[in-house]
């Protein structure tokens, strides 16, 4: 992986605390940034993803608005069928 340095700025106090972890988990400084951003870039794809495939089952169901969901989720809840 070719790399390339990038600088940021940050808080002192969010910086305080990256050094804090870096050290417990023993590691470099850039490579707990490193692993923060990569952990968040999939975590945001991966919820795209979760709503993207709820938006396509709530098409296929006639859902269209949000109240629907809700009153599904309530019915749900309290033991009656969806309609």
């Known amino acids: ?3 390339q340095t990038v600088n940021i ?6 910086l305080s605390q ?3 972890m870096a050290q417990e988990v023993f590691a470099s400084r850039s ?3 490193r692993e923060a951003l ?3 870039i999939r975590s945001r794809r ?3 993803g979760i709503f993207a495939y709820a938006g ?3 098409g296929k169901l006639g859902i269209k608005t949000e109240a629907q969901i809700n009153r599904m989720v309530n019915q749900t809840r309290h033991g ?4």
């Open 9 to 14: 700025s940050l808080p002192k106090l969010l």
């Open 56 to 58: 396509r089952k709530a």
């Open 80 to 83: 009656k069928k969806s309609a």
């Open 1 to 3: 992986m070719q790399a």
């Open 38 to 40: 990569v952990e968040k």
């Open 18 to 20: 990256v050094d804090l």
């Open 46 to 48: 991966d919820w795209n």
């Open 31 to 33: 490579d707990l940034i």
